[in-house]
């Protein structure tokens, strides 16, 4: 699987060769809280970069849920759903959101190094 | 408006909280641990919250003073004892809440702790009924704690010997480092605890004894959570001016005396009420799944008929499920009644729920 490569809205993206797994990061995590809901896309929905493909929602309010590139979902995580907690535990490995066929691999490649996020959030704290 | 602080915001501060504007104070939301944990140490052990933004109004004066309140205030205020408190409401001329509050009979008049976004205006509307025979005081220079959770009374006990024989809304006078202190029995979270009036040159001194007994500071979000739970109102949100005590299904809190005899603000509409009950009413909602219903939801009948809005919704962590309240057409109100829910477009199934979500009992 390739690095992982991250999104503004706080979104990271791996790829294996066509299928990309989208989830939020730890720095997302804990800017929400105590996660306490999530609602992930059902395989054959199609998203497009930057569009609504997921919600959270912690103790403090609902969040939309980005995919940071374009394709047709392959798989929603329902162990998520089952249990929203785990997404504070280990969001950035087996608390994935969905994974999605991708069209364009150059949305991929155009997104942010974990240096460059970290920098990122460094001077984004908020 | 410059934004306000409490006595205790450095100390805040200091323990990591999160701060967010409320009521024109910059108020802790949450701390370290995070509002689940906050919630969770609460029921299990005890939480302190600053509420020294919610305001403390002193009122004296002669025998006059118990009729003038009554005017406003639908309790029993004659017959309050000294040092006995009781949940009642301000109420405006068409029978809607100006504010929900706790009043307490002190030795020279009342106490009336108020939220903080009303407090002004409350003073105002009281004022009304005030002549030169009556003084009141907004008092600033004084902090307002709140101790929650089961270890409370063991905990405020060694420090504050005799509070331990306070029964649930009573308070007395206490002597702390020197000073006169106002400690009552209540709190809004759904647990035995105390309210701790006390000034704000003593505070940190009382949460510096409070930390070192292992009571976790509680921010806004925990204490919505925590009220939530509990059945409890937030005004603002379940309650406002166009909402009377009958809708709001506070009808208990008005006093028995004052339902037969009356002369309070509202009292007409409220009469009629009372006999007929009204349109709508305030009920508990569980969402049957893991959705969480928030302020706004829509609520529909199983026929999809629009019947009512959601006014308070969160995820209950000591329930370990969504909870919310809402105002429902009274025919709907029966508990069990299966509902439909609208979050984000989707209809998802619920049913009115008794209130509180959890349980707990108070000492009497």
């Known amino acids: ?126 | 408006m410059e934004v306000q602080k409490t006595a205790l915001y450095n100390y805040h501060k200091n323990l990591g909280a999160k701060f967010v504007p409320f009521a024109g104070y910059e108020m802790p939301i949450q701390y370290k641990d995070g509002i689940v944990k906050e919630h969770i140490s609460t029921r299990k052990h005890a939480g302190f919250f600053d509420v020294s933004h919610m305001g403390q109004f002193f009122l004296e004066g002669d025998e006059t003073l118990v009729e003038a309140l009554e005017k406003i205030i639908p309790a029993d205020l004659k017959n309050l004892k000294i040092n006995h408190s009781k949940y009642s409401f301000l109420l405006n001329n068409e029978g809607g809440i100006i504010d929900d509050l706790i009043i307490t009979r002190t030795e020279k008049g009342f106490c009336i702790i108020l939220n903080a976004a009303c407090k002004e205006n409350d003073i105002k509307q009281i004022s009304q009924f005030l002549t030169k025979n009556h003084k009141h005081l907004l008092n600033n220079n004084l902090s307002l704690i709140a101790l929650q959770g089961p270890k409370s009374v063991e905990i405020l006990e060694k420090l504050i010997p005799g509070v331990a024989n306070l029964k649930f809304m009573t308070g007395n006078n206490f002597d702390y480092e020197g000073e006169k202190i106002y400690v009552t029995r209540s709190g809004y979270t759904g647990e035995d605890g105390f309210e701790i009036s006390i000034s704000n040159k003593k505070v940190e001194k009382l949460i510096d004894y409070l930390i070192s007994s292992e009571v976790k500071p509680i921010g806004l979000g925990a204490r919505d959570t925590l009220r939530l739970e509990a059945g409890l109102c937030l005004y603002g949100h379940d309650l406002n001016e166009k909402i009377n005590p009958v809708e709001a299904n506070l009808k208990w809190a008005i006093a028995k005396k004052r339902k037969e005899i009356g002369g309070f603000n509202g009292w007409e509409k409220i009469k009629n009420l009372l006999a007929n009950g009204s349109e709508k009413i305030r009920v508990g909602i569980k969402p049957d799944g893991k959705v969480i219903a928030r302020e706004n939801t829509k609520i529909f009948s199983s026929d999809n008929i629009e019947i009512g809005v959601v006014t308070s919704g969160t995820f209950g962590p000591s329930v370990n499920a969504p909870v919310a309240m809402g105002y429902v057409k009274r025919k709907f109100s029966e508990i069990g009644t299966s509902i439909q829910l609208e979050v984000r477009g989707k209809k998802y199934g619920g049913k009115i729920s008794d209130l509180p979500f959890y349980k707990k009992s108070y000492v009497k």
């Open chain 1, 1 to 126: 699987m390739s690095e992982k490569k991250f999104s503004k809205k706080h979104e990271w993206v791996s790829l294996d060769g066509e299928v990309a797994t989208v989830g939020i990061t730890k720095h997302a995590t804990e800017m929400l809280g105590d996660i306490v809901f999530v609602e992930v896309p059902d395989a054959g929905k199609a998203v497009e970069k930057e569009g609504q493909a997921a919600v959270v929602e912690s103790t403090k309010a609902a969040s939309d849920v980005y995919s940071p590139i374009s394709g047709e979902v392959t798989e929603g995580n329902k162990a998520i759903a089952d249990d929203p907690g785990s997404v504070n535990t280990d969001p950035e490995g087996a608390s994935w959101f969905f994974k999605l066929k991708i069209k364009d691999k150059s949305e991929y490649d155009s997104l942010m190094s974990k240096d460059e996020y970290d920098k990122f959030c460094k001077e984004n704290p908020n």
